[in-house]
C-alpha cells in the first residue's frame, strides 16, 4: 500500500517536473513583443482585503478540494492538467527570472510557496489517482 502510494507521489512530481522543462522551452522559443502592463490586473485581483490568512486558506482548501474530487471524476485528466500547468507557470516565471539575470528574486518570491503550496500540490494530486485504483 506504502509503495503504490510512493509511486503516486513519484508521478506527480515527474509530471511537475515534465511541465517546469516545458514552461522553460516554450518560453524561450516564444517571446511577447512590447511592454505588457498587469499592474490593474494585479491591483484588482490582489487587493488589500485578499492578503488575509483566512483567504489564502480558504482559496487553496477549495483547489484541494477541486482538484482532489475532479481528478477522481474525470479520471485523473484535471489531475494532470493542472501539474503540468503548474509546473509551465514556474518553468516560464524561472526562465523570465534567467533571462532578466534576477533569479535571486526569483527565489525570494518563490520561497514560500515552495515550502507549503508546491509539496502539498505534488503529495495531495495522488488522492485523486488512489481514488481510481480503489474503485
Same mark, same amino acid.
Not at 10 to 16: D, T, V
Not at 32 to 51: H, Y
Given at each position: 500500500?506504502?509503495?503504490?502510494?510512493?509511486?503516486?507521489?513519484?508521478? $506527480?512530481? &515527474? #509530471?511537475? !517536473?515534465? %511541465?517546469? +522543462?516545458?514552461?522553460?522551452? =516554450?518560453?524561450?522559443?516564444?517571446? /511577447?513583443?512590447?511592454?505588457?502592463?498587469?499592474?490593474?490586473?494585479?491591483?484588482?485581483?490582489?487587493?488589500?482585503?485578499?492578503?488575509?490568512?483566512?483567504?489564502?486558506?480558504?482559496?487553496?482548501?477549495?483547489? $484541494?478540494? &477541486? #482538484?482532489? !474530487?475532479? %481528478?477522481? +471524476?474525470?479520471?485523473?485528466? =484535471?489531475?494532470?492538467?493542472?501539474? /503540468?500547468?503548474?509546473?509551465?507557470?514556474?518553468?516560464?516565471?524561472?526562465?523570465?527570472?534567467?533571462?532578466?539575470?534576477?533569479?535571486?528574486?526569483?527565489?525570494?518570491?518563490?520561497?514560500?510557496?515552495?515550502?507549503?503550496?508546491?509539496?502539498?500540490?505534488?503529495?495531495?494530486?495522488?488522492?485523486?489517482?488512489?481514488?481510481?485504483?480503489?474503485?
Amino acid at each position: 500500500m506504502r509503495k503504490k502510494i510512493n509511486r503516486f507521489i513519484f508521478l $506527480s512530481f &515527474l #509530471l511537475f !517536473f515534465i %511541465g517546469f +522543462l516545458l514552461g522553460i522551452s =516554450l518560453s524561450a522559443r516564444y517571446k /511577447i513583443l512590447g511592454n505588457v502592463n498587469i499592474t490593474p490586473f494585479l491591483e484588482r485581483e490582489f487587493g488589500k482585503e485578499k492578503l488575509s490568512f483566512s483567504y489564502i486558506f480558504e482559496n487553496n482548501l477549495k483547489a $484541494s478540494l &477541486l #482538484l482532489s !474530487f475532479g %481528478g477522481a +471524476l474525470t479520471f485523473s485528466g =484535471l489531475t494532470f492538467l493542472n501539474l /503540468i500547468f503548474n509546473g509551465m507557470n514556474l518553468g516560464a516565471l524561472f526562465y523570465e527570472a534567467l533571462a532578466s539575470n534576477d533569479v535571486g528574486t526569483f527565489f525570494l518570491l518563490i520561497f514560500p510557496h515552495g515550502i507549503f503550496e508546491i509539496p502539498a500540490l505534488i503529495i495531495a494530486e495522488p488522492l485523486a489517482l488512489r481514488f481510481l485504483t480503489n474503485c
